[in-house]
């Protein structure tokens, strides 16, 4: 026994061992009765807030160290530590890889053609402004430095990249067609109210008059192939 030290001392010829003693584990007092609530091991369970400050820049599978927030203690023994991983969760708008972020960000092709501003929101609340040059291709990528995700170990941040694409009306009305069918002409150097190219005469006629005048043209061949069978 230990004589209330928690050590015993074992002699091995010129060495001697001090260890924890077996029958009160190190602590000098031996329990004659035991608490209702704790069984003897001196911890009880129970639920516990605990707030966890988590720094810029962290990524999914990060783990953030809490010292003494874990289990407590075998009899009266110091706690231990609480880790917690985290798990970001997607946004609806950005795409994260590293420390950049990726947008993307949809136009009109008269857009395109003739240039915009378009503002949108950065993570942290601030407005940006996306500037569309005239004649900006569909897949055209757009840098913005310092806009991305704060570097975790490290100073600066990541950078922004927004992908602009163009969006291709399905249906237009009979006006819009006759205007992109002029703005076609005008396009390949024709003049305006005439569709003509150099000598070479354009017919500006949308599909469905196409299509009707297509019908006209049979219905008459085939009056005109009637007639001729009528007189022979």
Known sequence: MCQG????VQSQGFFR????????????KVLTSLCDACQGQGRVIRKKGVQ????????????????GEGEGGYRGGPAGDLYVRLDVKPHGFFERDG????GKVSISFVQAILGDHI???????????LEIEPGTQPGSII???????????????????IEVRVEIPIKITARQEDLLR???????????????KGDHKVKKWPWHRRKESKEREDGQDSAAEV???ART
């Open 5 to 8: 030290r928690g050590q015993v």
């Open 17 to 28: 061992i001090s260890a924890a003693c077996g029958r009160c584990q190190g602590t000098g």
């Open 52 to 67: 966890v400050r988590v720094p810029a820049g962290v990524d999914s599978g990060t783990r953030l160290r809490l010292r």
């Open 99 to 102: 420390d950049n972020l990726y």
């Open 119 to 129: 503002e949108f929101r950065l993570l942290d609340g601030d407005t940006k402004t």
């Open 143 to 161: 840098r913005f430095p310092e806009e991305g995700v704060p570097r975790l170990r490290g100073y600066g941040r990541g950078d922004l990249f």
């Open 182 to 196: 002029e703005f076609e002409v005008f396009s390949r150097g024709g003049e305006k109210g005439t569709g003509e």
């Open 227 to 229: 007639s001729r069978e």
